[in-house]
């Protein structure tokens, strides 16, 4: 069964900054277009995969990234950087008392619907933010629906009732977001490894279009 979007407050949480704009960058443009509010939650710069540019210098391509592919999708670039070190998230998440800060924030904006990867994400950061989003959520008894997306092929997704999301009207404002990450495709980076899972990412949401009748679709499984 296809979705239909009502007006809300979406809260989207990402490990690095074009993780959802891989996963679900179509539904974001379609919760703009439906008017509602997207709030982002990015947890680390990836300085790592940058190791030949300063950290303050990557940082800030970072952050205008991000911006500019929220803008592309139709919303206002609400994005926020949460400063995480690469495979440090838990005591940096700790140490900055993420919890605390990041309840009160959701408390205050009363999501109806949080997006994060999958707790067995096969990136370590991936797996590692959508834990900690989760504990927090528990612990501070919050009441949005929580849905998991996937940004890499993973076999061991949970066997729960699956969010699906035409996006066939919004998938060129996916591609154009896709387009604002140029520091993710570098000769001296991983442009071989993007370009290939980039291409997956568009064959799969495909597939799931045509398995639903329709050109394109995301799709999402339910944790809370």
């Given at each position: 069964m296809l979705l239909t979007l009502d007006m809300a407050t979406i809260v989207v949480f990402a490990a690095h900054n074009d993780d959802h704009a891989l996963a679900m960058g179509?539904?974001?443009?379609?919760?703009?277009?439906?008017k509602d509010e997207v709030y982002t939650f990015i947890g680390s710069f990836?300085?790592?995969?940058?190791?030949?540019?300063?950290?303050?210098?990557?940082?800030k391509v970072r952050v205008k990234e991000a911006q500019r592919a929220d803008r592309a999708y139709g919303g206002t670039a609400k994005v926020q950087f949460l400063g995480l070190r690469e495979l440090k998230f838990p005591e940096d998440w700790e140490r900055k008392r993420l919890t605390t800060q990041i309840a009160k924030r959701l408390k205050k904006l009363k999501p109806s619907k949080l997006y994060l990867p999958g707790e067995n994400e096969m990136h370590p950061d991936h797996a590692a933010i959508a834990k900690l989003v989760l504990s927090m959520y528990d612990e501070a008894g919050l009441k949005a629906?929580?849905?998991?997306?996937?940004t890499y092929p993973n076999l061991r997704r949970p066997r729960k009732?699956?969010?699906?999301?035409?996006?066939?009207?919004?998938?060129?404002?996916?591609?154009?977001?896709?387009?604002a990450y140029k520091s993710q495709i570098h000769i001296f980076t991983h442009a071989i490894s993007n370009n290939m899972l980039y291409v997956y990412i568009l064959i799969r949401d495909w597939l799931h279009g045509f398995l639903n009748g329709t050109r394109f679709t995301e799709t999402f499984y339910?944790?809370?």
């Open positions: 179509g539904t974001i443009a379609k919760h703009y277009k439906a990836g300085e790592m995969s940058h190791p030949h540019y300063k950290p303050e210098v990557i940082r629906d929580v849905y998991a997306y996937y009732v699956k969010l699906i999301v035409d996006v066939s009207n919004t998938y060129r404002k996916k591609l154009d977001g896709l387009r339910k944790l809370r």
